[in-house]
């Protein structure tokens, strides 16, 4: 909880840099403040939880909450580091872009630990408001705008569906207590009423909308694409982690024993969201677009993980949402590198000759397509491998032979821009990188492949 | 009080509707029938007499007022947790002591924060 | 406190679910069907106020202040999206001199 109230106030310290002119001191203090917040954060893994009875039981960080946030915590930090370089032209407002990417934190940190229906709701609006703000940063170009636009009503629009589910369940169990939720659910898990049934429909959908899981993730594409390449990073790897970790504890906490309600509804949309998201990958002639796919197809094997629910389901969807947003950061960091001069141009052409002009970033590109392909050494293929067994463990067996069809699909896909970057290139470029840009590319994909050879640094976090 | 409406209870507002829809078409139809008809390009203008209006009503207005009302309807939607707040105050008092008083503190130095930022910025500057 | 929610009492609380659910149909479709932005924004927010109501009658139903404390996050929360909402239309509105959903084409829906 002390890491929020830090985050908070050093989100609205970092504004406050702007209008004082402290340009230069600006990125040190977000960076050094973020490493403070990472030890608050980290402390409360060891406190029990009930020392937050202060906070009327709103919150709790449980180690489920701490291990969410610290990913967090660290993957924004990372990005802080691509930051500068991304946002050179822009100078004006680059305090408030900073300050506003904090505060999305903040609403993903809420969304790992809220134990009450009123701080999911505020979470995912700190999180989403700064986004639809974020997605239009590119003022003049349309394409950011209307990925805003897009994202602002497709947001919106969930939120009332969340709501409305929220409503109902209130209006069946009388409070929006996780606990007292789950009491109700216990006691009633035989004959449920036909208003809470519909009410965990309705907030179903409305979080399946901000993972973009299958029937409703046609926003998704259009925003990843539209928005600033940094900011759909953001999106891509924070906000999935932080809607992943809210939608588990939503279902785990509260409606683990309805789990016949929303399990053939929940088994349907993964299975739609793989094959949808994979198969639209393969037919993009932009990288970027293919990754917003990408991402959408990795949603699906996230649920199964959260379908799976038995007491490794945590862990495992923690270190595949780890591990996926660590491959994410680097993939999209090399993609804004390729386009930041050649006129935004994000097609498998533009890769070519990347291997012999830019050896490096060549190399970090390929280790992180080969972590989403899932290829052994790598961080990935553990995270496929965990998510999977954990299916069988329950029986789930079509599911997971649907999903291993569908990596050999995204291999190829994967492979494609692998392909690209080892051609012959006519025309050979130097891509010019800040230290600190690459720094944090190295580490993500040095973390890729540690976390590969030993998974159970993280893999038991939660225990 | 009873527990249960029936239908019977609604026939008022029933009749109340009847009435006033009944009211609005009648006197439509009597200005329409009984009062004169003049047209001419005088009499459908806007003002009759004055200065000669120009252009249409629906111009898109200057941003600035735009951004007063967007910043006066954030600041003035935040005053509704202030209602149930000051209804319990004694409450708070007999139950927290202070506690209660300086969460409300907090909660508006945030917005003292907020607008110091905002006239920083320069958004209530109007030139 | 208790009589207001006596007099909410009177009315049956199925009234209010089917009330609120036309309301928040009515948005729904709204926002699907109209490509006026403005009038999508109204769709949402009638959504929302669908919401409220609804968690009003429920709260005055189990006599319990907790709806009605959340109806006013929903309230807050719904003003700030909108300002929001506003001040993208703004931004669009100066790039492409219209508010119709359907210039916003550039990326494939």
Redesign the interface.
């Known amino acids: 909880m002390n890491a929020i109230i830090a985050l908070s106030l050093l989100g609205i310290f970092t504004l406050f840099t702007g209008i004082f002119n402290w340009r230069k001191a600006m990125l040190p203090i977000v960076v050094i403040g973020l490493a403070g917040v990472f030890v608050l954060n980290g402390m409360d893994y060891f406190t029990t939880p009930s020392w937050y009875a202060d906070y009327t039981h709103m919150v709790i960080f449980d180690r489920y909450a701490v291990v969410f946030s610290a990913a967090l915590i660290m993957i924004t930090a990372m990005l802080f580091f691509l930051c500068k370089q991304y946002y050179q032209k822009e100078d004006n407002n680059i305090s408030d872009i900073y300050g506003l990417i904090l505060f999305t934190l903040v609403g993903g940190m809420l969304m790992a630990s809220f134990s009450n229906f009123a701080m999911l709701f505020l979470g995912i609006e700190i999180l989403s408001i700064p986004l639809y703000i974020l997605a239009g940063t590119k003022r003049l170009e349309v394409t950011s705008n209307e990925a805003s636009i897009k994202y602002f009503l497709m947001g919106s629009f969930s939120t009332g569906f969340l709501l409305f589910g929220m409503a109902l369940v209130y209006g069946a169990a009388h409070t929006f207590t996780l606990d007292g939720i789950r009491q109700y659910t216990d006691a009633h898990a035989g004959d449920l009423p036909t208003i809470f049934v519909a009410g965990i429909m309705l907030m179903l959908v409305g979080m399946l909308f901000k993972v973009s899981g299958a029937p409703f993730h046609f926003w998704a594409p259009d925003v990843y694409s539209g928005a600033p390449t940094l900011i759909t990073t953001f999106m891509a790897t924070v906000v999935k982690t932080a809607a992943f970790a809210a939608l588990y504890r939503l279902l785990f906490y509260t409606f683990g024993s309805a789990k016949p309600i929303w399990f053939d509804a929940l088994w349907g949309v993964a299975a739609l969201t793989m094959i949808i998201g994979n198969f639209s990958a393969l037919y993009q002639h932009g990288v970027k677009r293919m990754l917003a796919y990408s991402s959408i197809s990795n949603a699906g094997y996230l649920l199964i993980g959260v379908i799976a629910m038995n007491t490794h389901s945590a862990n495992s969807i923690f270190y595949y949402t780890l591990v996926y947003s660590l491959a994410s950061l680097v993939s999209f960091g090399v993609l804004m590198l390729v386009t930041q001069d050649n006129g935004g141009d994000d097609s498998y052409t533009a890769f070519k000759g990347l291997a012999r002009n830019n050896p490096a970033l060549a190399g970090l590109m390929t280790l992180a397509m080969l972590s989403l392909a899932g290829i052994p050494p790598l961080a990935g293929f553990f995270g496929k491998y965990y998510i999977f067994i954990n299916a069988m463990e329950n029986g789930y067996i079509y599911i997971v032979l649907i999903a291993v069809a569908n990596s050999l699909v995204g291999i190829y896909y994967y492979f494609k821009v692998i392909v690209a970057m080892f051609a012959k290139d006519t025309a050979p470029t130097k891509i010019a990188v800040q230290p600190a840009y690459l720094f944090a590319l190295v580490v993500a994909a040095a973390l890729l492949f540690v976390l590969g050879i030993f998974p159970d640094w993280v893999s038991g976090l939660m225990n | 009080?009873?527990?249960?409406?029936l239908v019977s209870d609604y026939i008022p507002i029933l009749i109340q509707l009847c009435v006033a829809i009944g009211f609005v078409v009648a006197t439509m139809l009597a200005t329409h029938l009984i009062g004169p008809k003049r047209k001419g390009a005088n009499k459908l203008e806007s003002f009759e007499c004055g200065i000669e209006s120009e252009g249409n009503a629906r111009l898109?207005f200057s941003?600035k007022y735009?951004l007063t009302a967007?910043l006066f309807?954030?600041f003035d939607?935040?005053v509704?947790?202030m209602y149930?707040w000051a209804v319990n105050y004694k409450t708070f008092l007999h139950e927290m002591g202070m506690q209660g008083f300086f969460s409300m503190v907090i909660f508006l130095s945030?917005f003292l924060?907020g607008f110091y930022?905002i006239v920083?910025?320069g958004a209530l500057k109007w030139e | 406190m208790n009589s207001i929610n006596e007099i909410i009492r009177t009315i049956p609380l199925n009234y209010y679910i089917f009330l609120s659910a036309v309301l928040f149909c009515i948005g729904v479709m709204g926002v699907l069907l109209r490509r006026n932005i403005i009038i999508i924004f109204m769709c949402v927010e009638l959504m929302l106020n669908a919401v409220n109501l609804l968690f009003t009658a429920f709260s005055a139903y189990s006599s319990d202040p907790a709806g009605q404390v959340f109806v006013f996050f929903v309230m807050v929360v719904a003003a700030a999206e909108i300002a929001v909402g506003l001040a993208i239309l703004v931004m669009i509105y100066r790039n492409l001199k219209t508010i119709d959903i359907d210039q916003l084409s550039r990326l494939k829906w």
């Open positions: 009080m009873k527990e249960q409406s898109p941003v735009f967007i309807v954030l939607v935040e509704i947790f149930p945030l924060v930022y920083r910025k």
